[in-house]
């Protein structure tokens, strides 16, 4: 079994330590830039880092005896300052790319209430972070891990050859993606079989959205801690592998935009209170639309993975297609 990684990897333990090496070196990679501010890109290198990092720690901790500061819940605590910031970007990228330029002029110097409120928002969210790159915690993290890495210590399961576990690592990941409540929303069951209307109108889809959002949301971070598990494993894969990591990450995405769409609406409505769609007419209407045409792109892979083939397949391809 050739990798295309550093050297052939045949037991467990090595994999895994490779994979905390490759993630934790990314997060170094950007660090400097992080806490200069430079850009917005670095930030979110590091914070991809960083989360692929507590990926790597949390699923193969039971593999490895690591230090007390490797935590998944303090990796977690680094993961979240990070995020409040790239969060912060993104709407604010959102808003002057996509929403600003097509809003009439009204709108638009209302908005701009909005983008100064940001502003102020991210320089404090900046001084956070850099907090944070600079506290016990993250030193301890880094220090800690870069010298675990020079003499890893095991625990027995690691001198285990991966070929014999990986069914065993990532089936129980796909169970909870594939057995998730989010794949009911909007859906009917008639005589135990699920239906799918794709008929709806888009006040149907805001209704249904108004009230089992935080059930998509959830799906949509079931499926993104899938993909990042099955990504540490995508050298020992074929092909079709890679074509459920896509479709896995293009459900990640299309739930993720739909959510976001979602979160504008209510950072809005934190600002104005009141009044939202008497002063954003326009903005209002192409946040439901944003949200319409996400809708009407998932369901095409709700029906797909809703499917008893396709639930199999994906068994299968976990079970019997590794090299």
């Given at each position: 079994?050739?990798?295309?990684?550093?050297?052939?990897?045949?037991?467990?333990?090595?994999?895994?330590?490779?994979?905390?090496?490759?993630?934790?070196?990314?997060?170094?990679?950007?660090?400097?830039?992080?806490?200069?501010?430079?850009?917005?890109?670095?930030?979110?290198?590091?914070?991809?880092?960083?989360?692929?990092?507590?990926?790597?720690?949390?699923?193969?901790?039971?593999?490895?005896?690591?230090?007390?500061?490797?935590?998944?819940?303090?990796?977690?605590?680094?993961?979240?300052?990070?995020?409040?910031?790239?969060?912060?970007?993104?709407?604010?990228?959102?808003?002057?790319?996509?929403?600003?330029?097509?809003?009439?002029?009204?709108?638009?110097?209302?908005?701009?209430?909005?983008?100064?409120?940001?502003?102020?928002?991210?320089?404090?969210?900046?001084?956070?972070?850099?907090?944070?790159?600079?506290?016990?915690?993250?030193?301890?993290?880094?220090?800690?891990?870069?010298?675990?890495?020079?003499?890893?210590?095991?625990?027995?399961?690691?001198?285990?050859?991966?070929?014999?576990?990986?069914?065993?690592?990532?089936?129980?990941?796909?169970?909870?993606?594939?057995?998730?409540?989010?794949?009911?929303?909007?859906?009917?069951v008639e005589a135990g079989k699920i239906i799918v209307p794709t008929d709806w109108q888009q006040n149907q889809v805001e209704q249904q959205l108004a009230s089992e959002g935080k059930i998509v949301h959830d799906l949509r971070k079931q499926?993104?801690?899938?993909?990042?598990?099955?990504?540490?494993?995508?050298?020992?894969?074929?092909?079709?592998?890679?074509?459920?990591?896509?479709?896995?990450?293009?459900?990640?995405?299309?739930?993720?935009?739909?959510?976001?769409s979602m979160v504008l609406d209510e950072w809005l409505l934190s600002i104005f209170k009141s009044g939202l769609k008497d002063k954003f007419p326009t903005l209002t209407n192409l946040l439901m639309e944003?949200?319409?045409?996400?809708?009407?792109?998932?369901?095409?892979?709700?029906?797909?993975?809703?499917?008893?083939?396709?639930?199999?397949?994906?068994?299968?391809?976990?079970?019997?297609?590794?090299?």
């Amino acid at each position: 079994m050739t990798l295309s990684v550093e050297y052939e990897v045949k037991f467990l333990g090595e994999y895994a330590c490779l994979a905390i090496k490759k993630h934790l070196k990314k997060t170094l990679k950007w660090e400097s830039q992080v806490k200069q501010d430079k850009d917005p890109e670095a930030l979110h290198q590091m914070r991809v880092g960083i989360r692929r990092l507590r990926t790597a720690v949390s699923r193969f901790d039971r593999f490895l005896k690591l230090p007390k500061s490797a935590s998944d819940r303090n990796i977690g605590k680094i993961g979240r300052s990070l995020g409040v910031l790239r969060d912060l970007d993104v709407l604010q990228e959102t808003l002057i790319n996509i929403y600003l330029p097509n809003l009439p002029p009204k709108e638009q110097k209302h908005l701009q209430i909005a983008l100064n409120t940001i502003s102020k928002q991210r320089k404090k969210a900046v001084v956070e972070v850099q907090a944070t790159l600079i506290n016990e915690r993250y030193k301890s993290l880094i220090k800690s891990l870069t010298t675990w890495l020079e003499a890893p210590v095991y625990q027995p399961l690691a001198s285990l050859t991966v070929e014999n576990v990986l069914p065993d690592l990532l089936l129980p990941e796909v169970s909870l993606f594939l057995l998730h409540p989010g794949w009911l929303v909007g859906t009917q069951v008639e005589a135990g079989k699920i239906i799918v209307p794709t008929d709806w109108q888009q006040n149907q889809v805001e209704q249904q959205l108004a009230s089992e959002g935080k059930i998509v949301h959830d799906l949509r971070k079931q499926a993104k801690r899938l993909r990042y598990q099955m990504e540490l494993f995508t050298e020992l894969y074929g092909e079709s592998y890679k074509t459920y990591i896509a479709q896995v990450k293009r459900i990640q995405e299309i739930l993720g935009s739909i959510q976001d769409s979602m979160v504008l609406d209510e950072w809005l409505l934190s600002i104005f209170k009141s009044g939202l769609k008497d002063k954003f007419p326009t903005l209002t209407n192409l946040l439901m639309e944003k949200r319409y045409q996400m809708w009407q792109e998932w369901q095409p892979l709700q029906i797909k993975y809703l499917s008893t083939e396709t639930r199999k397949d994906f068994h299968l391809t976990i079970l019997q297609n590794y090299q």
